[in-house]
């Protein structure tokens, strides 16, 4: 409650500052008030039009919200003025595998890890939404990206799950 009540306060007192629209949205969202989460996101895009980090915002919000459809639009929108952003193309797969389109999220992820290689959450995220012997790839990449020094936890938590995918549980 106390961060959500500064965040109350800093709006206040810069209710232009698209970041902490951002966050205080993201904590809004967290506390499950979803149409108060998107609202503030939806005036972060609309305070810098065309940013990246807003739209990923709204559409974080909206995919937490159970609105899909418009999440995958708005990710699709500014993945077209941001192609490069590994982040849009991971949460654009999140948005497709919660609707169920395991297809696609699997190509928005490979997308994300090919832009960005060490991107954490889009190796994770393969891991969760990949079957069978498309783990092995993403087992490879894993490892890699551990022997490399990146960051663990999710990393080892996605590589068992491959792991144990692919039936290699030792």
Known sequence: KDSLTALDVAVTYAPDDPDIRIHRGAALSLRGAHAKAVADHEKAVALAPG???PA???A???RIAR???ESDAILRDAIAAHPNDAGLWNNLGVTLGDR???EAALVAFEEAATLD?????ARVNMAIWSKGSAQQAN???IERMLAEGVEGTHLHF???KALNDLGQYD
Request: glycine share 8%; hydrophobic share 45%.
């Open 117 to 121: 290689p060490p991107h954490v959450p």
């Open 100 to 102: 169920g389109d395991d």
């Open 60 to 62: 974080t919000s909206l």
């Open 56 to 58: 990923l915002a709204l």
């Open 67 to 69: 609105r899909h459809d």
């Open 51 to 53: 940013a990246a980090a």
């Open 139 to 141: 087992v490879t990449a």
């Open 158 to 160: 996605a590589l068992g």
